[in-house]
């Protein structure tokens, strides 16, 4: 027989948790308790839906480690009650924290899907409800009373993203996301059609992991023509430093000067680990593929291959966090772990 899966919705903040005070004209929150009676359409899915709200809602610009924490927190506490976690969030930094969940939760034989909106729920025109609507119907997908998907992913306008592949890149148009260097999992049309081939695929025999050390120095250093000494030396002479994403151009290629050559090699000779990621939306890090980035394979800086920039932050904040030690850490954040980056 098969099973009606259990989904446990999530809000931790954003406008898709918004309604237009028709009054003031003002945006104000939604009640979550509320949430069937709002879209009457929840009702008719074949899966039944608990809430969980943060007792703040947040705007995602604040999101931080602490909110992180938090919905694993959930996750962790509701991971046996539920087949499925459908994370309602704002839009703007989704991509950073669904990459970070995604490192966060090791061994998931579950669907954690994050979803959100250009336009509040109570907005005559929003994208909230198809999105809020489709991602629950997704996280309920099961075979042979299994999850179909066991992966952390970001479902918006009619196509499901490996979450660690996506990139905020608009903030006008309902097509807000896109995975550059990934094909999308899943698209929503006249038929839920997934791409099989693509999707993680469950180990009954492991159990959930929950990684919450996550280390906060880190620092984004990006490049542009004409960047100073000064800048890069006071960036990575920042007290405590961890670690550097070093954004890069085209693939992987940064100046050859001596002064910015001879500043990342302080930085690595003090145990920082430095990784390359291109600024270009699309495309991989080739280290030396142009004499411009051999000098940086020489001295040690580690490949981000075509991971996005946030998942980047979020793979590091987690293997510093999980106290990787300087020497394995090129080569551990050289593999793909949660499917973040190509081989
Ligand atoms: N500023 C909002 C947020 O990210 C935008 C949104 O929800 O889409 O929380």
């Not at 992913?153 to 660690?164: G, I, M, Q, S, T």
């Not at 992991?209 to 800048?231: A, C, H, M, S, Y």
Request: charged share 20%.
């Amino acid at each position: 027989m098969a099973n009606i899966p259990n989904i446990l919705l999530i809000y931790t903040g954003g406008t898709i948790g918004m309604v237009k005070d028709y009054h003031t004209n003002a945006l104000k929150a939604f009640n979550f308790n509320q949430i069937k009676e709002k879209i009457p359409e929840l009702n008719l899915l074949d899966c039944r839906i608990k809430t969980k709200f943060f007792d703040k809602p947040i705007d995602s610009s604040n999101m931080s480690l602490k909110y992180w924490v938090k919905i694993v927190d959930i996750i962790e506490n509701n991971y046996d009650k539920f087949d499925g976690f459908v994370i309602l969030s704002g839009t703007d930094t989704m991509s950073y924290t669904a990459s970070a969940i995604s490192f966060m939760l090791e061994n998931l034989n579950k669907p954690v899907i994050f979803t959100g909106s250009q336009l509040p729920i109570g907005d005559l025109r929003t994208d909230a409800k198809e999105n809020l609507i489709t991602a629950i119907q997704i996280a309920g997908t099961q075979v042979n009373n299994k999850p179909k998907i066991v992966e952390v992913c970001l479902y918006f306008e009619y196509k499901l993203y490996r979450a660690n592949r996506t990139t905020k890149i608009s903030s006008s148009q309902f097509n807000a996301f896109h995975s550059h260097n990934f094909p999308p999992l899943g698209e929503s049309g006249v038929h839920l059609a997934f791409n099989e081939s693509l999707l993680h695929k469950a180990d009954p025999n492991k159990n959930l992991i929950v990684r919450k050390r996550i280390e906060d120095n880190i620092v984004i250093l990006k490049l542009f023509p004409g960047i100073t000494k000064q800048v890069v030396q006071s960036i990575l002479n920042i007290t405590g430093l961890r670690g550097v994403i070093l954004e890069t151009y085209g693939s992987g290629n940064a100046p050859t000067d001596k002064w910015f050559i001879d500043l990342l090699k302080v930085s690595i000779k003090n145990k920082v680990p430095i990784v390359n990621v291109t600024q270009c939306i699309n495309g991989s890090v080739l280290l030396g593929y142009y004499e411009t980035s051999s000098i940086l394979k020489e001295i040690g800086i580690i490949s981000g291959k075509d991971i996005t920039t946030e998942s980047a932050i979020a793979k590091m904040k987690y293997l510093l966090g999980e106290g990787i030690l300087f020497k394995d850490f090129k080569a551990i954040f050289e593999k793909p772990l949660r499917g973040e980056m190509s081989y």
